[in-house]
């Protein structure tokens, strides 16, 4: 079974900065393509950043030069570093993950992300 397990989020003020780590483990698990989506209540999971197991990166284009998406092979793990928050970045972040192979979706539990003066 494989777990993707979320940490990083919290409280931070507008013009702040957090770092989000994901860390996916079981049945040898490797990913083909790791990210971040987001969700604000009565909306729908919006795609943050994404990238691919070769380092190609996407982003949404709310985070573009705000956001760096990074991955560790080696660790399985997924990192998202966010700089100059917004209140609009306030959301629930999710963590999901694309297995190599059986390309089947994997999600974590999300963190919650409150930019707030």
């Known amino acids: 079974q494989v777990q993707l397990v979320e940490s990083g989020g919290g409280l931070v003020q507008p013009g702040g900065s957090l770092r989000l780590s994901c860390a996916a483990s079981?049945?040898?698990?490797?990913?083909?393509?790791m990210g971040w989506f987001r969700q604000v209540p009565g909306t729908e999971r919006a795609l943050v950043a994404r990238i691919t197991n070769d380092g190609s990166t996407t982003y949404a284009d709310p985070v573009k030069g705000r956001s760096t998406i990074s991955r560790d092979n080696a660790k399985n793990t997924v990192y998202l570093q966010m700089n100059n928050l917004k209140a609009e970045d306030t959301a629930v972040y999710y963590c999901f993950a694309v297995s190599q192979g059986s390309y089947s979706t994997y999600w974590g539990k999300g963190t919650q992300v409150t930019v707030s003066s």
């Open positions: 079981g049945n040898n698990f490797r990913g083909a393509v």
